[in-house]
C-alpha cells in the first residue's frame, strides 16, 4: 500500500520519502541540515554586490560566487532581465558605457573565472578587448581556437613554401582555401609565426 503523507514543507505537496519531507527535500537536508537548504536566497547576488563588491579595494581578483554562464563571467537578475555581473559591477563604478558595444573588460585577464572587482573593470572597445586577451594569454590562438584547420607545424611548412608552390596547391594539400593560406603570407592569420618566418 502506498504511503498517503505528503512532505511537510508548506506548498511542496510532493509524496513523502523520509524524515516527513520529499525526496528533494530530504536530499537538501542530508546535505545542508536544512530541507530548504540550498540556492541562493532571492536578493543574496544584489547584496552581495552592494556590500562586498563595491567595497572591495584590493588588487586581488574578487570571484562571483553565484551562478555564471557557460563561460565563466557571473550572472544576476536585474529588474527581470539576467545580466553580466562584471558588466553590471563596471555600470556602476565606471558609469553607462561609451556605447552599446562597448564591453566591461577585465585588466587581470581573468573574467573566465569569475572576477567582478570593480578596480579590474574598465570600458573598452572589442579591439581592444581583444588585444587585452592576447597580452593575458586568454585569447584561443593557433591550434588551440576552436576553428583550427592548421597545425603550427603546417604553417611553418605553409610559410616555408612561400614562392616555391602556388597558394592554390597549398590550399589543397592542407584542406584549406587560397584565402587562408593568403592571410597567412599577409600576417592576418598566424601573424607571430608570420613574423617569426620574416625575422
Known amino acids: ?44 547576488p544584489m547584496r552581495f554586490i552592494k556590500e562586498v563588491a ?3 579595494t584590493s588588487d586581488d581578483c574578487l570571484k562571483w560566487p553565484f551562478s555564471t554562464n557557460a563561460w565563466g563571467y557571473g ?3 536585474v529588474d527581470g532581465k539576467i545580466v553580466a555581473a562584471h ?19 577585465h585588466s587581470c585577464g581573468k573574467g573566465h573565472e569569475g572576477c567582478i572587482s570593480p578596480e579590474h573593470l ?8 581583444e588585444a587585452d586577451k592576447l597580452v593575458h594569454g586568454t585569447r584561443p590562438r593557433g591550434e588551440r581556437h576552436a576553428k583550427a584547420k592548421l597545425t603550427e607545424a603546417d604553417v611553418r611548412e605553409i ?21 587562408a593560406i593568403s592571410r ?8 607571430c609565426l608570420s613574423e617569426e618566418a620574416t625575422a
Open 1 to 44: 500500500m502506498a504511503d498517503p503523507r505528503i512532505c511537510s514543507i508548506p506548498a511542496c505537496c510532493k509524496p513523502h520519502k523520509a524524515k516527513g519531507y520529499c525526496g528533494a527535500h530530504y536530499v537538501r537536508f542530508l546535505k545542508h541540515g536544512d530541507p530548504l537548504g540550498g540556492g541562493t536566497s532571492n536578493g543574496e
Open 54 to 56: 563595491l567595497l572591495h
Open 75 to 77: 550572472k544576476l537578475s
Open 87 to 105: 558588466r553590471y559591477v563596471c555600470e556602476l563604478v565606471r558609469g553607462a558605457s561609451p556605447t552599446p558595444e562597448h564591453e566591461a573588460a
Open 122 to 129: 574598465s570600458w573598452k572597445t572589442r579591439v581592444e578587448n
Open 159 to 179: 610559410l616555408a613554401m612561400k614562392g616555391k608552390e602556388t597558394q592554390c596547391k597549398l590550399a589543397k594539400r592542407f584542406s584549406v582555401s587560397d584565402a
Open 184 to 191: 597567412i603570407y599577409a600576417g592576418q592569420a598566424w601573424a
